[in-house]
T-cell receptor, first 110, second 114 residues
Framework: GQQVMQIPQYQHVQEGEDFTTYCNSS?????IQWYKQRPGGHPVFLIQ?????EVKKQKRLTFQFGEAKKNSSLHITATQTTDVGTYFC??????????FGAGTRLTVKP | DGGITQSPKYLFRKEGQNVTLSCEQN?????MYWYRQDPGQGLRLIYY???????QKGDIAEGYSVSREKKESFPLTVTSAQKNPTAFYLC?????????????FGPGTRLTVL
């Protein structure tokens, strides 16, 4: 079945450093979503990418969807302590429910 | 104030007992979902429902049961058949259940089996 792999599993950075998490699918995705879960909280939707090669920005966050629509990335420029949390990508399966990646847990040292 | 509510926030259960987790939404969404979250394993789908009185198994449905008698409610029962039920359970909803719909999550219920 369709798999969504996410790397790295953990990332620890110094405040001000950049951070990137990658999401790879074994099959072509019609769309991909990104969610953020703060420690002790629940996942919150960040963005959706639909088009091949699409790039979207939200302040210091840059989201990319690969040309083949099999991979995606989330890049955070100059991390802040408020960026701490786990970032998940999610892609659709044949029956339209979403499969979530295992997530990348980001910690930021002030 | 619209959203998804889950209760209780923390739940303790003795081994061998069934327990029901509540999930209610007032977003008028058609689709609802139950996920289980364990450390390092992301979100795994237990059951989902795209319409009242209908639901489908997800990846890890064994030992769980659900009902969808009302649009706004999707309770999850963790039965004694579930081998390792201690986990964080998240309920979510989306407008139509389409892959392009945003999923809105409740605050979660942390279940501990003693």
């Amino acid at each position: 079945g369709q798999q969504v792999m996410q790397i790295p599993q953990y990332q620890h950075v110094q405040e001000g450093e950049d951070f990137t998490t990658y999401c790879n699918s074994s099959t072509t995705l019609s769309n991909i979503q990104w969610y953020k879960q703060r420690p002790g909280g629940h996942p919150v939707f960040l963005i959706q990418l639909v088009k091949s090669g699409e790039v979207k920005k939200q302040k210091r966050l840059t989201f990319q969807f690969g040309e083949a629509k099999k991979n995606s990335s989330l890049h955070i420029t100059a991390t802040q302590t408020t960026d701490v949390g786990t970032y998940f990508c999610a892609g659709p399966r044949d029956n339209n429910d979403m499969r979530f990646g295992a997530g990348t847990r980001l910690t930021v040292k002030p | 104030d619209g959203g998804i509510t889950q209760s209780p926030k923390y739940l303790f259960r003795k081994e061998g007992q069934n327990v029901t987790l509540s999930c209610e939404q007032n977003l008028n969404h058609d689709a609802m979902y139950w996920y289980r979250q364990d450390p390092g394993q992301g979100l795994r789908l237990i059951y989902y429902s795209q319409i009242v009185n209908d639901f489908q198994k997800g990846d890890i449905a064994e030992g769980y049961s659900v009902s969808r008698e009302k649009k706004e409610s999707f309770p999850l029962t963790v039965t004694s058949a579930q081998k390792n039920p201690t986990a964080f359970y998240l309920c979510a909803s989306s407008m139509r259940g389409a892959s392009t719909d945003t999923q809105y999550f409740g605050p979660g219920t942390r279940l501990t089996v003693l």
